[in-house]
Structure formats: C-alpha cells, structure tokens
C-alpha cells in the first residue's frame, strides 16, 4: 500500500526524496514546484493529499526573506504545518531574518507564528508585521521600526514682506500664532508635504523654496523622536491675491503679518524657535545667508534589478557659484 499510496499523490519524475516521519504522517517534498504534500494515514478513512506551499518572497543582501502574503496557506491548520516546513528550509537555507506580514483579515494567524518564535514588529491598518531572528550565531540585528515622525512647516511670505501666521484650536500654549504645518504623509517629499499642509490649513497655494532649519526631539509621541522641518515658502506671481480659507476643525484664526514687526517682538515668540526662524528668514531675504536647496543624486545600486534609488540632498549651493 505504502508505494501505491506515494504514486497515487505524486508524479514520479517530481519525488525528491521521501522521509517516513511517524507511523501517522508521511512528508512527500517535491523538487520541481518546491511543495510539501501531507497526508494522514488512516484505516477508516480514504487517503488524502493536501497541497502546501512553501513559503518563498524576497530576499535581502543580508540574507533574509520578506515572505510572500499571497502565500499564506487557507486555513489555520494548513498554515501551522506550512510555516514549520518553511522554518526547516530557511534554516538549511541558512536564512537569517524572516519578515512575516499577515492580512487585517487573517489575524488568527497571528498566535501560530508566534508559537514558532515570531514577535510582532508594527502593525498598519492593512497588516501586522512578524519578524524572527533565525541566525544563532550572531545577535539578532533586525531593525526595529521607524522611530522618528517627521513634520514641515512653511514661513510663508508674499511680495509685501508679509508672514502667514495661524493660531491652533488646540495648543498647549496660549494666543500663540505660529506657522503652518503638520506631519508628513508615508512616503511624502518634504516639498509636497509642507505645501500640502499650508494649504489644507489657510487654503494658501505657497511655493517652496527651501529649508531654513530644522528641529529634533528626542521624547515625542510614544516615545519617538520627531525631526521638524522649517521651510521657506512664496507666493507665485499669479497667486498673490489668494483669500484665506483656513481649516476651522484645526485652526482658530489666520492672518498676514509684517515679517519685521513679528521678527522684532520677542513677546510674540512663547516658543523662541519662531523668532530665530523669523530672523533667519529676514537674513536670507536680504542676501545675507542661504538656504538649504534641494539637490537630487541618483544611486545606482549593485543589483541591477533594483530600482534606482532617489535621494534629495539639501544644501547651500554658494559653493556651485565659485
């Protein structure tokens, strides 16, 4: 019965090799399609071969694999079974990091892994990120997750020397008007953020031109550092005459100022970061300092099949004039 039954769930030219594990459970690898096929040994019962995929997805030059969702198997109990056949490949495969996302809607997968020594990483609205360090030789170097948010603001100023200013409905500083701003969107340009922002707060169109500064926190939220962005912003020639229209669910008042009268009044500057900006701006306007400008390079990565990558450097262009 026993090569009858093998033969019957599999072709012939697949069989890599056979391994009689139990007297109960028969694990049949195939070479070709890289699958497992288990099956129950049963005397009351017909004989059944339930298909498994291993799990496969992209590697890394540090030889880790970011497995495949689509992978996933079905049903809990096929993924249970998948997932330790997959650990005894990796681990011959001598993989060392494994990133494990599992589906908003497949969470129940989530203890299983879990029992195989995966531990939660981050989770998004789409998904829950599992990570396992497999590599017992060396300390586990998997990166923790993103630990700093970043935020822009715009210094907006237009051809009368005036400031955009706002006050917040909910701030921990009292009669405080400051610049717009807000935090970048996942996997927002500085540029289009801080334009973005502007906009849905005052419902300005301004232009960036620059950075002037930036600050950085080291306990934000959760625990977080969090990196803020100062930047230079115009109006377009076509655009000066805009109306404000700003965001009464964020914003209590919004109004223009005499860049000079608010960069000459400490009293309205709680939070001095906005007077050095104010001074900053004044200078640069004047000629007397830069500001950092963007600068896109290209890096072309060894492998060739990956893309290209886009890095924008910020950085005062004085030295491309000598």
Known sequence: MFPLYVAMCLPFHSIHWL?????????????????IKLSKMS???????????????CDDIYSGVTVDQNLL?????????????????WRQAKRRGIWLSIPHDRTELIPIAQKFGFILHHAKPEY????HWLDESDPNQLPSYAMSTVGVSG??????????LIQERFTHVKDYFTIPGGCLDMGESIEHGVEREVFEETGIHAHFRGILAFTYKAQFRFGHGDVHFACLMSLDENKEDQNIKFDSLEIG???????????????????RVTLHLARLAIDILDGREQLLEPDRIEVQLSNPNRPIWDIMMYRKKSSDKK
Not at 255 to 262: D, I, Q, T
């Open 19 to 35: 391994s009689y594990l139990t007297t109960t459970k028969i694990y049949v690898i195939c070479q070709q399609n890289i699958t």
């Open 43 to 57: 005397t009351t019962q017909d004989e059944k071969c339930d298909k498994i995929t291993l799990l496969t997805g």
């Open 73 to 89: 198997a079905k049903t809990s109990t096929l993924f249970e079974r998948q997932l330790e056949q997959s650990l005894i490949a």
């Open 128 to 131: 829950v990120m599992l990570a």
């Open 155 to 164: 210094l907006v100023v237009n051809k009368n020397r005036e400031v955009l």
């Open 253 to 271: 008042a919004c109004k223009w100022m005499s860049l000079e009268e608010w960069a000459n009044s400490p009293e309205k500057h709680p939070l």
